[in-house]
């Protein structure tokens, strides 16, 4: 890149945030293809996944939390995370409600702590998200640290 240029689709360097900012996602509707390109490469073949007939405690076609969480996370890499992302540190997730196939999920993202590392230009960013359906439910929240980059100098 040419002096002077910036990239599209760079994410937020860490002194661009600040305690108790928040941001909203685009909002995904999961479909049937999701769910069965998911518990393909994952190997989440577990019988409410797979056999429509199955007459579980849960209506419709539920999806895996972790299919959830997946999707809101690749939301945030597009967006948020994007050349500026640096390490996955640490995740602490609750699932409230089941999603299923045909809902559309969103993610509100506040930043709770910015903890500048002793290596230039790098922070520590603990942030909670939390997931929401077409009904503006919760259906799942995390809290996750992240080691994001400085601005380049």
Not at 1 to 29: H, K, N, P, S
Not at 53 to 60: L, S
Not at 79 to 88: I, K, N
Request: hydrophobic residues 40%; neutral net charge.
């Amino acid at each position: 890149m040419a002096q002077g240029e910036i990239a599209l689709g760079t994410g937020y360097y860490w002194e661009d945030l600040a305690v108790g900012q928040r941001f909203r996602t685009y909002r995904r509707t999961i479909t049937e293809a999701d769910l069965i390109g998911f518990i393909g490469v994952t190997g989440q073949t577990e019988v409410i996944f797979v056999d429509t007939t199955h007459g579980g405690a849960i209506d419709g076609r539920p999806v895996p939390g972790s299919l959830t969480y997946s999707m809101i996370e690749g939301m945030l890499f597009q967006t948020m995370l994007q050349r500026t992302g640096l390490a996955f540190l640490e995740l602490h997730q609750k699932v409230h409600a089941p999603v299923r196939v045909g809902d559309t999920v969103e993610a509100v993202v506040e930043i709770l702590e910015l903890r500048p590392t002793s290596k230039s230009g790098r922070c520590v960013v603990t942030s909670q998200v939390s997931v929401f359906n077409q009904n503006g439910a919760l259906v799942l929240d995390y809290q996750i640290k992240r080691l994001l980059a400085g601005r380049p100098r």
